[in-house]
Structure formats: C-alpha cells, structure tokens
C-alpha cells in the first residue's frame, strides 16, 4: 500500500500538487479499513501528527499488521491442536442382541415349515 500511495503523491508532485507530511498521514489513516480503527485512534492520541514522519507511520503499521497475523496464525495452530475425535458408543444389552436372534432364526425357520406343509 505504502509503494502505490508513494506513486501517487510522486505523480502529483510532478503535476505540480504538494502534500505536506501531515496532510499525507492523515491521507493514509483514513485510508485504512475498520479493522484498523483502534490502532488509528492510538496513533492520533499518542503521536502528534503534524510532526510524525511518515516512516515511523509506516513502521508502526507494519509492526501492527505483523503483530495481527501473528494473532492469527497462533489460533489457527490452537484451532488446529484443539481438534477432538469423538467415537460413537452404543450401549445394546447382549441379552437383547441374543433374543433378537433367536427370534430371526425360529421366524425363518417357521417359514421354511409353512412352504414344506403348502407345497409337500
């Protein structure tokens, strides 16, 4: 972002249209998304912007947005060492399991006899 907003000012200095340092500041605070609120709002209170170079503007960003993606990156590993395999249990009697059986075999068993009796 700081190369392209470098470009642009470079272009317009040529085009004879000057910014002074704090106009440029300010330009690159607003320009920053929501997400980056809190670290304007401490900028503009702890620093004084008309005397604050833009570059330890620029370093103070970088530091902010390295700090950010090390947040991040430390809870995807948590997300990632977190991860819980749960296995289904089933809690069947044996006693139920056993008669379910007995019942299958004595109902084939009953069918078989009533074809032999039909057809014998």
């Known amino acids: 972002m700081f ?37 304007v709002t401490a900028i503009e209170e702890a620093k004084d912007l008309n005397t604050l170079p833009l570059e330890e503007l620029l370093g103070s960003l970088m530091t902010h947005e390295m700090t950010i993606k090390n947040h991040e990156d430390d809870q995807e590993q948590d997300k990632k060492k977190k991860k819980v395999i749960a296995f289904n249990s089933s809690t069947t009697d044996s006693g139920e399991e056993d008669s379910d059986d007995e019942m299958a075999l004595i109902t084939r068993r009953f069918k078989k006899y009533l074809a032999k009796k039909k057809f014998g």
Not at 11 to 35: A, D, F, W
Request: glycine fraction near 0%.
């Open 3 to 39: 190369v392209r907003f470098t470009n642009i000012i470079n272009s317009l200095q040529s085009l004879n249209k000057c910014y002074t340092n704090s106009e440029m500041v300010r330009k690159i605070l607003r320009c920053l998304p929501k997400t980056w609120m809190p670290k």
